[in-house]
């Protein structure tokens, strides 16, 4: 089961042709993340300031297949899976909500980033603490233990 996060592109989201600027649809995922995280019950302001481990990105991706503009209604779902007993990778596919419109949604870019889990102060990585495998069960997909 993939994670539904729903937002409305911003101006300043925009560059000078009046489209979304490339960078800034990483910010967008990553606020999907975020809520994400928080609707598994993970308490944000621990896990992000001066945690125990940390989950640096060691690889972002986008795809776009159409512009996205200012006042464009996003519809972006997120799918986490587990790599290993120290790595996950999380799928975005951003959509544009036709609102009432017949018309389908249509997938104007597909994301991903790649996480790996490191103790913060010895900056080694370290195995997924239970949260982020219990956030990766509910939205997403975990290893079977026998294959770590």
């Given amino acids: 089961m993939s994670y539904t996060y729903r ?4 101006f300043r989201e925009t560059d000078a042709a009046g489209v979304v600027y490339f ?6 995922c990553h606020d999907a993340y975020e809520a994400s ?5 993970i308490d944000l302001p621990s896990f992000f300031c001066y945690p125990k481990v940390a ?6 991706t986008v795809d776009f297949f159409q512009p996205m503009f200012c006042g464009d209604r996003q519809i972006i779902q997120l799918s986490p899976r587990q790599l290993g007993s120290s790595e996950f ?3 975005y596919e951003i959509f544009i909500d036709p ?14 980033t790649r996480h790996v889990c490191i103790n913060a102060i010895a900056r080694a990585k370290a ?10 069960r509910r939205w997403g997909k975990v290893l079977d233990e026998d294959l770590l």
Wanted: aromatic content about 4%.
């Fill in 89 to 91: 990778e999380t799928l």
């Fill in 127 to 136: 195995s997924l603490p239970p949260e982020v495998l219990q956030w990766l």
């Fill in 23 to 28: 960078a800034n649809v990483l910010a967008m």
């Fill in 37 to 41: 995280l928080a609707e598994a019950g």
């Fill in 7 to 10: 937002r409305t592109v911003r």
């Fill in 99 to 112: 609102g009432e419109e017949p018309a389908p949604m249509t997938c104007v870019a597909r994301a991903s």
């Fill in 55 to 60: 989950f640096p990105i060691t690889n972002a």
